[in-house]
């Protein structure tokens, strides 16, 4: 039976593996982002290509690191929801 209880533990669970792998992916991203920005201003190039490569080159980058360890992270997440699901069931 789903009680409230377990349903706020889902979705908390859910959450915070949302927010770990989007935090993985979208920090170092945005630490590059600002920094290139800064440079940008400093020298005043305003370039689009500028901004966006190193931006890209740091996200392959942090998945071909990462990625590993994110779909382990993402695997053991589905077999926890499948295993309450089918202790919910009975």
């Excluded at 966006?52 to 589905?78: E, S, V």
């Amino acid at each position: 039976m789903l009680t409230p209880d377990i349903a706020v533990d889902l979705v908390n669970d859910s959450l915070r593996v949302v927010v770990t792998l989007v935090v993985l992916l979208v920090l170092p991203s945005l630490i590059v982002g600002v920094v290139v920005s800064l440079i940008q201003a400093a020298t005043q190039i305003n370039e689009q290509t500028l901004s966006f490569l190193p931006r890209l080159l740091i996200t392959l980058g942090t998945i071909a690191l990462a990625g590993h360890w994110m779909t382990g992270l993402l695997m053991d997440f589905c077999v926890d929801m499948f295993h309450r699901a089918a202790t919910l069931v009975g």
